[in-house]
């Protein structure tokens, strides 16, 4: 049997053994920006070989681009040494690859953590002043962010840089900047955020200008055999917003800079989204932007079948596949993908003996 879903990917020299990867998954229990040993859990479950590549959670470039308190970030070398805790113990242990999605809240920074209501902080818990390419809020409620000047930009570009040097220290495999969910890449992106009159704003060639400068002094400072992608949210979900064309159009000058992937997600900007979620409702934005913009795209959102994956991968909709909750509910998604698929993957060492295809009183069919 063979199988598209465990077929090998290469990007630069970064060779995956599958097209499956965990998404990443904000998990609001650093300390400070620091990770704790709740990440030597949760990313080394994921680190033992079932899926093709691991993602942290977003990782701010700065304390201010934190959603949350309790956000991690790779800002201080505090917040690098703790993470390069964790990344050597999925190195040891481990043996599928790590990502890191670097990020910056910009206006839908302050906030508490979801469980706590997800709104923004009020005056008693701590808020900070946050930063956008307008001075528009969220959300009726939200903080009205500050409008970044010039020195702002450069200050924030400079700490994308050099979180991508500290992530280069730790020995991460891959970078993906996030410029989805309303984050302040996307902020810049969709008219309905960036109302601007310089440069930076406007026409879509001035909205793409800031996250596109960012991308390339990154892409500058990230070793040059390692790949560096964009998560991007394809459409608004509301009219008026950004949208998939010119997500496109965005896909085609990333790629002229390097881009190595896209990872297709969508929505967020906006509280007045009208989202139609069902199974792979995100696929099709995957399909356009790999067909037209010529680039390696992910898939993410409502995948949670072996054969759904599968028929994405094979159908030439997308280059891998990420999961979020299906990978929390199921970690070792990908090995069971495998089972179902009829094929055979990698397990780590110590774990090896739990492979069907070692076991079979349990699993006869598979020496047949
Ligand atoms: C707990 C949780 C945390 C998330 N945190 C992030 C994040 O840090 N960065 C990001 O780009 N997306 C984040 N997402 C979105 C997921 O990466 C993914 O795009 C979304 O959940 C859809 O995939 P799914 O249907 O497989 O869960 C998060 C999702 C969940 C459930």
């Given at each position: 049997m063979s199988s598209a879903l465990f077929s090998p990917l290469e990007m630069r020299s970064l060779a995956l053994n599958n097209r499956i990867a965990v998404s990443s998954m904000c998990q609001y229990t650093a300390e400070n920006g620091s990770a704790v040993d709740w990440h030597l859990m949760h990313l080394g479950q994921f680190s033992m070989g079932a899926a093709?590549?691991?993602?942290?959670?977003?990782?701010?470039?700065?304390?201010?681009?934190?959603?949350?308190?309790?956000c991690l970030g790779l800002y201080s070398d505090e917040n690098e040494a703790a993470l390069k805790r964790v990344i050597d113990f999925c190195r040891k242990y481990g043996v599928t690859p790590m990502g890191i999605q670097l990020a910056h809240a910009g206006r839908k920074g302050s906030a508490q953590v979801p469980l706590d209501g997800g709104n923004p902080l009020k005056a008693n818990e701590n808020p900070w002043a946050t930063q956008a390419p307008s001075a528009i809020p969220f959300g009726p409620d939200w903080h009205v962010p500050q409008m970044l000047s010039r020195k702002g930009l450069a200050a924030v570009k400079a700490e994308f840089v050099a979180a991508a040097e500290r992530a280069a220290r730790i020995g991460f495999d891959l970078v993906e900047l996030h410029s989805a969910h309303g984050y302040l890449m996307h902020q810049f992106l969709s008219p309905l955020s960036n109302q601007r009159n310089d440069?930076?704003?406007?026409?879509?060639?001035?909205?793409?200008?800031?996250?596109?400068?960012?991308?390339?002094?990154?892409?500058?400072a990230w070793p040059e055999d390692k790949p560096l992608g964009v998560r991007i949210s394809a459409t608004d979900w509301i009219d008026g917003g950004w949208t998939v064309e010119e997500s496109v159009v965005f896909g085609r000058a990333l790629k002229s800079l390097g881009c190595d992937f896209i990872d297709v997600s969508s929505g967020a900007l906006d509280p007045r989204?009208?989202?139609?979620?069902?199974?792979g409702y995100q696929v099709p934005f995957s399909a356009q932007i790999r067909t037209q913009a010529g680039i390696t795209t992910w898939t993410v959102g409502m995948i949670t079948k072996a054969r759904q994956a599968e028929e994405i991968i094979a159908g030439g909709k997308a280059d891998i596949v990420a999961l979020a909750r299906?990978?929390?509910?199921?970690?070792?998604?990908?090995?069971?993908a495998a089972e179902e698929l009829g094929v055979d993957t990698e397990y780590s060492r110590m774990y090896a003996r739990c492979a069907p295809a070692q076991w079979p009183e349990v699993f006869p069919w598979r020496n047949q």
């Open positions: 093709g590549l691991v993602m942290t959670e977003a990782t701010a470039v700065s304390a201010v681009g934190r959603i949350t308190h309790k440069e930076y704003g406007g026409k879509l060639e001035n909205r793409m200008r800031y996250p596109l400068e960012v991308f390339e002094a990154v892409r500058a989204q009208k989202i139609p979620f069902g199974p299906g990978m929390m509910f199921d970690p070792r998604w990908a090995w069971h």
